[in-house]
């Protein structure tokens, strides 16, 4: 570990007083190469170095809710500088026209769009990065393009603009590619018009961007209370941070009984294709850091939590944590989010209801499929054998609320992409296989298909209806409930 890493709790303004420093960096070892983390020196209060359970651990402390923890062993250095280098912008070529028309809406074009908005090549040792801006819309009768550029930190805007003094009643579509200087091998938030994209240099050098939706974990609370499963549950002193990054704290008053069957929260600005979702109440060890990840599948964003070890060892104690997550480049239309497991929709074209929490409630969510049961991937080919008889099987947990129901040998395309729909209305739960993709074989197969019920209440009898086979479950009790349904 290199020597600017400060080893000690330092306060910042001596620093800044010396050096004129408005900005700290932290560098942090991504995969092959260093993402450069970016504070304002204004907003961090100190840096801490300190040992949790014999993990070493840096805290950049920006106040009392607000810090970022990282692993001291993937930390190449911490150091500060005055200013940036600037970023410059050179043209380094244009196409011709790919496309017109006369008619002014630019929805006449849509023959000659996909879903690429740029590529991108970077140079490491020089520090460029080619950009090249795919089907930008512009006057017919332009002369050429010209592309300045507005930064602050790792933010940078591309302004794209047509030369030339001539107009037609046509426009066009066109790719511009552009230079950028000084640019350093680390993650940049770009926005071109009204596309907003990133771009991780310290994890790929080049690349393909799409027009879909992006999402980046953004933070986790701290610990809300600690359950060692031997003392009583107890709060954190520190109370309930911050949830939204550019929200009030709105958890000052909380009540704690409705707060528990939170499951997410949400705030959308259509206005910058832009939300905030917390995934509440998410039990992870204690001594784990959290994460989130973001998969797009058409109008479809899932996004899902899970937890890091720094070490091997785990502590003997479990937390609840709220996880946010940033989804950026939502256009005004129709979404669906499973955010853990809870799903919602959103119209952000007409729906005004745009800041809000969802409780606990019956839901279904899709697990998993199995591989493929019959190798040859030709039905009549197979020979079942006694498990092929199963048609369902089941496991629940009455007091967690919670279920895996399996759905055996679904015959189904080789190679589509597998699915379930579950639809609940009030004690029936149907659960139907799915299936659907853009590539199908010449073949299919049988496949098991997993389940996940939530949300279900003790003292109630279910009936469930599992493609076709139906069985009913009653949680009169504490015990785990499994069965198995044959032919």
């Not at 050429?144 to 550029?149: F, I, Q, S, T």
């Not at 497991?341 to 899709?366: A, H, P, Q």
């Not at 759905?407 to 395309?413: A, E, P, V």
Request: hydrophobic share 30%; aromatic share 8%.
């Amino acid at each position: 570990m290199k020597k600017h890493i400060l080893l000690c709790t330092m306060a910042l303004i001596s620093v800044i007083g010396a050096n004129a420093t408005s900005k700290m960096y932290v560098d942090e070892k991504a995969g092959n190469g260093v993402q450069t983390h970016i504070y304002e020196i204004s907003v961090v209060d100190s840096i801490v170095h300190q040992t949790v359970d014999s993990v070493h651990q840096v805290k950049v402390m920006m106040n009392r809710y607000s810090h970022d923890i990282y692993p001291a062993e993937s930390l190449e250095q911490i150091y500060f500088t005055p200013e940036d280098k600037k970023i410059d912008t050179k043209l380094a070529s244009f196409s011709d026209c790919k496309g017109g028309t006369t008619n002014e809406n630019t929805n006449a074009l849509s023959s000659h769009h996909n879903d690429t908005i740029a590529t991108y090549k970077y140079n490491r040792e020089d520090k460029v990065l080619n950009i090249k801006l795919i089907s930008l819309i512009g006057d017919c009768c332009g002369e050429g393009w010209a592309v300045n550029a507005t930064t602050s930190d790792s933010t940078i805007v591309l302004i794209p603009t047509q030369t030339g003094k001539a107009s037609c009643n046509c426009i066009c579509s066109f790719d511009v590619e552009v230079d950028l200087t000084n640019i350093e091998p680390r993650l940049y938030l770009f926005t071109v018009r009204d596309d907003k994209f990133s771009i991780n240099l310290s994890e790929s050098t080049e690349g393909i961007i799409l027009d879909i939706p992006r999402g980046h974990y953004n933070r986790s609370s701290d610990c809300k209370y600690v359950d060692d499963g031997f003392s009583d549950i107890f709060p954190q002193e520190d109370g309930f941070p911050p949830i939204y990054p550019t929200a009030p704290n709105q958890d000052t008053d909380i009540d704690m009984t409705k707060e528990s069957h939170a499951l997410v929260k949400y705030i959308f600005e259509p206005e910058n294709g832009t939300a905030f979702i917390v995934s509440v109440n998410r039990v992870f060890n204690c001594c784990s850091a959290q994460g989130s990840s973001v998969r797009v599948s058409g109008d479809t964003i899932f996004v899902n939590s899970y937890e890091i070890f720094m070490s091997e060892e785990m502590c003997d104690c479990v937390c609840p944590y709220d996880i946010s997550t940033t989804i950026e480049n939502l256009k005004p239309k129709k979404y669906i989010f499973i955010v853990d497991g809870t799903e919602f929709k959103i119209d952000l074209e007409k729906d005004t209801v745009l800041n809000n929490t969802i409780y606990d409630f019956e839901r279904g969510l899709f697990v998993k499929n199995s591989p493929c049961k019959n190798k040859e991937g030709v039905i009549e080919d197979i020979e079942l054998l006694k498990e092929g008889d199963t048609l369902v099987s089941y496991q629940f947990d009455p007091m967690a609320g919670t279920g895996l129901i399996i759905s055996h040998y679904r015959s189904l395309n080789c190679c589509s992409e597998k699915g379930s729909k579950t639809t609940i209305d009030a004690s029936n739960i149907t659960i139907t296989t799915t299936q659907s993709g853009d590539v199908w074989c010449q073949c299919d197969c049988m496949f098991d298909i997993t389940t996940k019920v939530m949300g279900l209440h003790l003292n109630k009898k279910y009936t469930f209806n599992v493609d076709g086979t139906k069985f009913d479950v009653k949680f009169d009790g504490e015990t785990p409930i499994s069965g198995v349904i044959t032919k």
